[in-house]
């Protein structure tokens, strides 16, 4: 998790909402409990423990700025990351999850649908 967000961070596009929220220095106690909880979360979606009890989605709902590209940023980055740390088959789990998500989340705030993610599926998730 940490190297996704030490990216995210530095890019133009994702860093502000990361700064905006957390601020920019990973070690301090929000940035450390943030990635905690994140580490629960994706315990939970990809094998099924019972560690996340939060509402992603609702906790980023309120971020009105969220954009297609910003989707599209977090998808390159989150594929970068998880590709340098993983193996191949386990990022790919992370991949494919990452890209249901990202539809998720699409489709709740209303920015893209499908058509939009299906490319996506074919350009990260391998």
């Known amino acids: 998790m940490t190297l996704f967000y030490s990216k995210a961070l530095e890019d ?3 860093g502000p909402f990361f700064v ?3 601020g920019d220095d990973m070690k301090s106690e ?3 409990d943030h990635i905690d909880l994140l580490a629960d979360f994706w315990l939970t979606e990809l094998n099924g423990d019972d560690s996340y009890y939060g509402n992603f989605i609702g906790a980023h709902i309120k971020v009105s700025h969220i954009t297609e590209e910003s989707f599209v940023v977090w998808l390159k980055l989150f594929s970068q990351a998880v590709n340098e740390v993983y193996t191949q088959d ?3 789990q992370f991949k494919e999850r990452g890209i249901l ?3 998720e ?3 709740v705030l209303k920015i893209k649908g499908n058509e939009w993610i299906q490319i996506k599926r074919k350009t990260y998730s391998s």
């Open 105 to 107: 989340f699409q489709q």
């Open 90 to 92: 386990i990022a790919k």
């Open 20 to 22: 905006h929220e957390l």
């Open 12 to 14: 133009k596009v994702l």
């Open 30 to 32: 929000e940035w450390v």
């Open 101 to 103: 998500l990202a539809e």
